[in-house]
């Protein structure tokens, strides 16, 4: 009986993304567990930092959450080749999402990068990786992305 039945793996489709699904592949491929792979879109309330007319955020997150799908589609294709996995877009707040889909997905493990983009968005969003692990309810692998 393996320990390690479902996968969940947050990426931002950043060079660290990457790295982290081929952790996540070798582990499916020596546990034989599925992966669901995560990506998710902020939500509109975290753009309303930005100022932009309220009428063209439910546009903009649209854009955003199908752009994304059809980048997921790609990625999975391309990084999880001979595991069964799957691409997966929601919007929130990234922490609270990925934790959310723990549970609901009932993953064993989180497997996820500390962090991803720089800048503003690392501003804006603070250490995904740090509320995931202090509130998710399954083991979190953290890889630290050279």
């Given at each position: 009986m393996s320990m390690f039945k479902r996968i969940l793996c947050p990426v931002?489709?950043?060079?660290a993304s990457a790295a982290i699904a081929r952790t996540a592949r070798e582990f499916a491929l020596k546990f034989g567990a599925d992966v669901l792979v995560v990506y998710v879109a902020p939500s509109m309330i975290q753009y309303e930092i930005f100022?932009?007319?309220a009428a063209s955020l439910p546009q903009l997150v649209g854009d955003i959450v199908s752009g994304a799908e059809k980048t997921m589609g790609d990625f999975?294709?391309?990084?999880f080749e001979g595991v069964s996995a799957t691409g997966k877009v929601v919007s929130g707040d990234a922490a609270e999402a990925i934790v959310n889909l723990a549970e609901a997905d009932k993953a064993d493990i989180i497997i996820?990068?500390?962090h991803g983009r720089q800048g503003l968005n690392r501003l804006l969003f603070g250490s995904v990786?740090?509320?995931v692990v202090k509130t998710s309810p399954v083991p979190v692998m953290t890889l630290r992305p050279e």
């Open positions: 931002d489709f950043s060079d100022d932009l007319p999975v294709a391309k990084h996820m990068a500390t990786a740090e509320k």
